[in-house]
């Protein structure tokens, strides 16, 4: 479990470093469009970035945050193949687990998606055509990041909790190996 919570704390700060560089992310995807003749449909998928990447971008830094963006849904794809393997969990773990895979999917359309607050990625984009072109696609990385932790902190207090709780029990419950010395009550002599 530490290594999943170490390997989350790192794609966190990689989101971090992306953040900074939103508008330039926004500004490579703008670029790639216009290249691909494509100012119509908003971006919709990681394939739809993927294939912008692949053959319609000829800038090195528009390459750059666009590889970057792709690099972090791949580890959080990888992150949540290994969050399936570290515990078996129950329905709400599972649940956090599969709408972390269908949001990472590579041809789901997350048009529809916007962060949230605490998140202001959205609110960063500055015309309403720019919300709704690009609104789902700065809003995937912190919602899958937010459901990770959700999992995280719910496998936490749930499920690891009544395992450490029933080997405590088993501990706490035990007789003792060999009996304590019992000496009355009183003067003692030493």
Request: with cysteine; glycine share 4%.
């Amino acid at each position: 479990m530490n290594e999943v919570v170490e390997t989350l704390r790192k794609i966190e700060q990689n989101y971090k470093l992306f953040q900074q560089q939103q508008f330039s992310f926004v500004r490579a995807l703008e670029h790639t469009r216009e290249e691909a003749h494509d100012l119509v449909r908003p971006v919709s998928s990681i394939t739809q970035v993927q294939c912008y990447k692949d053959h319609h971008c000829y800038n090195a830094t528009d390459r750059r945050i666009l590889n970057m963006f792709i690099s972090i849904c791949n580890d959080l794809r990888s992150l949540c193949q290994k969050l399936e393997t570290v515990h078996p969990g129950d329905s709400v773990s599972n649940g956090l687990l599969e709408k972390c895979k269908v949001l990472l999917n590579d041809s789901n359309d997350f048009t529809a998606i916007r962060a949230t607050y605490p998140h202001g990625v959205v609110n960063y984009l500055s015309l309403e055509e720019a919300r709704h072109r690009y609104g789902g696609v700065v809003s995937l990385i912190p919602i899958v990041i937010d459901s990770m932790s959700e999992w995280i902190t719910y496998m936490k207090r749930h499920v690891l909790y009544k395992e450490k709780d029933f080997e405590t029990y088993l501990a706490e419950n035990q007789r003792p190996q060999q009996k304590a010395p019992w000496r009355p009550p009183g003067k003692h002599p030493f």
